[in-house]
């Protein structure tokens, strides 16, 4: 196999988009037996392909959309999802989940951490997590650290306890979590699917929340890069306002993009490289092609390697006892 650096362009996009619309089809009116599928609006890329693939697929009556902002959210994201909704003609519903993650003290304990740890800290400031590149970053280990925008405009960075860093994960999961559950209300209610929106680069390196934005039915793009995901956008024809903002989590009032808060690359150079893993390229031809050194490439590699063996348990059913193993008092 010759490897280069447009090797992940589809060329025959409407084939591939067809394929995705069959599955999408034959998974909610044959397996599952529904009567249409449910998405998560984000307002980014991947949930407008989902929607987009789906209204193809199933008709515009058979999809709801469901946008779920908070006071995190950048106002931007609601207003795309809205857009988005309203080109395709699918019915949508807005619910504002912030009450209910103020029930949680999702706030109230990022906002303790944060203080802990910057103790002049105000309301009126913004804060974020983010990742070493993995470019410049010579150490094995990218431990993120937490940035803060302060009244000033200055940046501060600021190390993480192991324990402060694990409790601020936590709370700012209950965001994706909460959102799982308000998509299988509105789905049970109209016998509708969740059909989920993570893409192969997240899956495979676990960018997604279990029993959050993974807690779905069926996932369209679990085989489709990102990069190739902005492919079928793009000849799907979803607004450039979508395609040309930059791929976030939405989870930080200081906003932070998909390669600063977990990947340490841009999504065109891990696409690249984990594809020639999966394929066998030595690393010599990969270095090349795309300009790494070797000491670099390894540095990728192996972050790749262990977050695909951290997360693995993230794509696999739950551990069961075997049934050939009777259990007993005795």
């Not at 679990?222 to 930059?246: C, F, M, P, W």
Request: charged content about 25%; aromatic content about 10%.
């Amino acid at each position: 196999m010759q490897f280069h650096k447009n090797i992940l362009h589809i060329q025959n996009i409407d084939v591939v988009a067809t394929v995705l619309q069959n599955f999408i089809k034959d998974q909610v009116f044959h397996k599952f037996k529904r009567k249409g599928a449910v998405i998560g609006i984000s307002g980014g890329i991947d949930s407008a392909l989902t929607c987009t693939l789906c209204t193809k697929a199933m008709g515009k009556d058979h999809v709801l959309g469901v946008l779920m902002p908070e006071k995190d959210s950048n106002p931007k994201s609601v207003i795309y999802a809205k857009n988005l909704c309203e080109d395709l003609g699918v019915k949508f519903v807005t619910i504002d989940i912030t009450n209910i993650l103020d029930s949680f003290k999702v706030y109230a304990t990022r906002e303790q951490i944060i203080k802990k740890n910057f103790p002049s800290f105000t309301n009126h400031e913004k804060y974020r997590m983010v990742v070493p590149n993995k470019l410049v970053n010579n150490s094995s280990i990218s431990l993120p650290h937490l940035e803060i925008l302060d009244e000033k405009n200055q940046t501060h960075k600021i190390r993480l306890s192991l324990h402060d860093y694990l409790d601020l994960t936590a709370a700012t999961n209950i965001k994706h979590r909460t959102r799982m559950a308000m998509l299988y209300y509105y789905a049970e209610k109209n016998h509708f699917v969740v059909a989920g929106t993570t893409n192969k680069s997240e899956l495979i390196q676990g960018y997604y929340v279990k029993y959050g934005d993974g807690g779905v039915d069926i996932e369209p793009l679990a085989e489709i890069y990102k990069t190739q995901v902005y492919q079928i956008s793009n000849h799907l024809g979803i607004a450039d306002e979508i395609i040309n903002r930059k791929p976030s989590p939405d989870t930080w009032n200081f906003e932070v993009s998909d390669e600063d808060f977990f990947f340490g690359l841009p999504y065109r150079t891990l696409d690249l490289i984990w594809y020639a893993s999966e394929n066998n390229i030595s690393p010599e031809i990969i270095s090349y092609e795309l300009g790494l050194t070797p000491e670099q490439l390894e540095r990728i590699m192996d972050d790749q390697k262990k977050k695909w063996k951290s997360s693995q348990h993230m794509r696999e059913i739950p551990p069961r006892i075997k049934p050939n193993i009777v259990l007993s008092d005795s």
